[in-house]
């Protein structure tokens, strides 16, 4: 660790943790509510819908936030949207009704989007040049080991009754401890107006905007739906929380080696191989392993799912900034964001209906066909343009897409 790196990181650190426990709430709840929804007797279709609510809060809100932080500053914007975030929480509890749900759930994704522009602004404007990948490295780790946390909670009470609720709550509640208390300050001009156009991050990067989206598509439908997924096959409470930890941990354990391959070669074709064995993970677990398997043995071809589609983002994201001018990162980063957002908003909901139409086959075919679609353009794009010359440094990105603000100007 650079010496540099050793006097950023104490004044980070409780940024850091409230980020990790705010992740790890808001995990619990995703899967929570997939699995208490379904309790209740929701359809898949209304179930997608919840999932779906969050992604739609998250674009909103990151729209929003970067005002919000110029008016007010870094902490009481954290303060105020984790406040509204952990009693938005147990609006599931006091009425349950699908409409409530997408409501409440929205809501948290629009405080979310707040927090999460929060965290990565106040770290990108405190880190020095040459440790903000290392940095930024670590963020992206700690969301991902908080996922894997917030994954394992789900046994530990009853979904059927109010205390994960509670737990949920209580997390958000706590990532305001670290940070209203860190003797750190906020930067004064950490977030400024971005422009973003995404005709033109189309004319730069057509694989990337597509990847984007298609890459919103894979990741929301599974964490939304998995769980639904995971019960159909018989799965028990600790068994869904498993196998969803276990495509977290996929992700976990490749991000660093996809990320270090694709800075030694065309990223593109990173990303064919990996949406390639997505795809031919799932169909040979739809159609040739029986359901009646080990559970150990479904957590092994969903690690390999996990770690062929979580890591995805993160290089897609490096490929674009390949593309662009070193003043533009953060328009483009903006950009894919949105172009995420669209796709997560969408995918619950296709693969939901898709699974009220076709059963719990549905979720996985949604899914193939989007890793598929992402290869085929991926081999496309490889054809009608070379791999830039000269390129970005790989950082990981967290599973649960982030906020960057999105200027008006």
Known sequence: MSSSLRTTL???????????????????????????????????????????????????????????????????TFAGLAAVAASAALLHLLVIDPLVWIVARA????????????????????AAPQTRGQILGLYGMTGLIAGIGGQMLLPASDPAGFRLFCLVAILISLALVPVALSRATAPTDAVGEVKIDLRRLYRLSPFGVVAAILCGIT?????????????????????????????TLGGFVTTWPLGWLSDRMDRRHVIIGASAMASVILLALVN????????WLVCFYVVVFGGSVIPTYSIVIAHVNDMVRPGEFVAAAGGLLILQGIGAAAGPVIAGMAMTAFGRIGLPYVIVAAQALMALWG????????????????????AVPVGTELGAR
């Not at 790890?24 to 997608?48: D, H, K, M, Y």
């Not at 809501?107 to 990108?124: D, H, I, K, R």
């Not at 929301?220 to 498993?242: H, K, N, Q, Y």
Request: some cysteine; glycine content about 12%; charged content about 10%.
């Open 107 to 126: 809501l948290t994704g629009f405080c979310f989007a707040g927090l999460f522009v929060v965290v990565e602004s106040w770290l990108n404007a405190s």
């Open 288 to 295: 040739f392993v029986p359901s009646d398997i080990p559970l």
């Open 219 to 247: 990741t929301s439908s599974f964490f939304a739906l998995g769980p639904v997924w995971a019960a159909a096959r018989g799965a028990d409470t600790v068994g869904i929380a498993i196998i969803m930890a276990c495509g």
């Open 10 to 76: 104490p004044t980070l650190l409780a940024l850091l943790i409230g980020y990790a426990l705010m992740q790890t709430g808001n995990t619990l709840q995703g899967t929570l509510l997939s699995v208490r929804g379904s309790l209740e007797g929701f359809s898949p279709a209304e179930v997608g819908a919840v999932g779906a609510a969050f992604w739609v809060g998250i674009v909103l809100g990151s729209l929003w936030a970067g005002h919000v932080i110029q008016q007010v500053g870094h902490t009481r």
């Open 379 to 398: 081999i496309y794009r490889s054809l009608q343009r070379p791999s830039p010359a000269s390129k970005e440094s790989f950082v990981p990105e967290p």
